[in-house]
């Protein structure tokens, strides 16, 4: 039988654990992040044939990787690929693919060539650090005087060597978007979920629909358009599993962020035929690094 770890979180751990036992496959919860663990002597680790999704904490990846001696259906690179949103939104434009008007600082940058940056994209401007995920450090700004003060904490937070990326993002605000999320396996649309924060909550001023801040996923059957564009987006990306984040206007359909570490949500959010494709793409990993070691 397959064994595949994930080192994710365990409750998506849990949630195919079911699906995929019903196709021969088993699941088993790998990490060794925020633990301690004996490189040289005796572990606890399970045993797997294939990983899922590398570690979003790239040294512990490694080890990780070295230990239990296995290939990663989204590796190292992958996850570094899509990591840092101005390369997703490079390589995205370079193909053709429409995405938000994008500007990246490298800090420190000088203010007057900030801020105008900031009035070339017109207010209010989204603010992004390059490479966090779930909507962490996202804001919004209205003027540019708040603009400096956003970059001053930038400069306070960079000043620290441990923090290596030194790039954020200006980047046009779309109001009232439609927030989907489409995943996208081998090539193939198998699902997608419209995030949206409750009416109440959205009056209230808050623009950010992210699940884990109180928005709702919901199944959709996407369009032909935002299907195409997650498929092509994947296809530029190069990311066998991966979550394409589309953002909905009236006027366009442009891809906001890319993720090769997406949750898996609860199977009726996903075409019938997500577990069978899932299956394929974890078994071809665990094949192709059979025939590797059998050279």
């Known amino acids: 039988m397959l064994t595949v770890g994930l080192a994710h979180w365990e409750e998506t751990a849990k949630r195919i654990q079911e699906p995929l036992k019903e196709r021969g496959i088993?699941?088993?919860?790998?990490?060794?992040?925020?633990?301690?663990?004996?490189?040289t002597g005796p572990n606890e680790l399970p045993k797997v044939d294939v990983g899922l999704f590398?570690?979003?904490?790239?040294?512990?990846?490694?080890?990780l990787t070295a230990l239990l001696?296995?290939?990663?259906?989204?590796?190292?690179?992958?996850?570094?690929r899509s990591?840092?949103?101005?390369?997703?939104?490079?390589?995205?434009?370079?193909?053709?693919?429409?995405?938000?008007?994008?500007t990246i600082v490298s800090n420190p940058a000088e203010e007057q060539t900030v801020r105008e940056a900031f009035e070339r994209l017109g207010a209010p401007v989204v603010v992004k650090p390059n490479?966090?995920?779930r909507g962490l450090g996202v804001l919004k700004v209205d003027e540019p005087d708040s603009l400096s003060g956003?970059?001053?904490?930038?400069?306070?937070?960079?000043?620290?060597?441990?923090?290596?990326?030194?790039?954020?993002?200006?980047?046009?605000?779309?109001?009232?978007?439609?927030?989907?999320?489409?995943?996208?396996?081998?090539?193939?649309?198998?699902?997608?979920?419209?995030?949206?924060l409750p009416a109440d909550v959205q009056s209230s001023g808050r623009w950010k629909h992210n699940v884990h801040r109180g928005a709702t996923a919901t199944g959709i059957d996407p369009t032909p358009e935002v299907k195409s564009?997650?498929?092509r987006a994947a296809e530029v990306m190069d990311i066998p599993v991966v979550g394409i984040d589309v953002l909905v206007t009236p006027d366009r359909t442009v891809v906001s962020e890319t993720n090769a570490r997406p949750t898996i949500d609860d199977a009726s959010k996903y075409e019938a035929d997500f577990y069978d494709t899932f299956e394929t793409v974890l078994r071809r990993t665990a094949a192709v690094s059979v025939a590797e070691n059998e050279k």
């Open 150 to 196: 956003v970059t001053d904490y930038l400069d306070l937070l960079h000043d620290y060597p441990i923090t290596r990326d030194r790039t954020y993002l200006l980047q046009e605000y779309l109001p009232e978007a439609r927030d989907i999320r489409v995943m996208v396996i081998d090539g193939s649309v198998v699902g997608a979920v419209e995030r949206k």
């Open 83 to 102: 990591r840092s949103k101005a390369e997703t939104f490079a390589r995205l434009d370079a193909a053709g693919i429409p995405v938000p008007e994008t």
């Open 26 to 39: 088993e699941v088993e919860h790998i990490t060794i992040t925020e633990g301690v663990t004996d490189i």
């Open 229 to 231: 564009l997650a498929k």
């Open 69 to 80: 001696d296995i290939p990663w259906v989204n590796g190292r690179e992958e996850i570094l």
């Open 54 to 63: 590398f570690p979003g904490r790239i040294p512990e990846g490694g080890v």
């Open 131 to 133: 490479s966090t995920t």
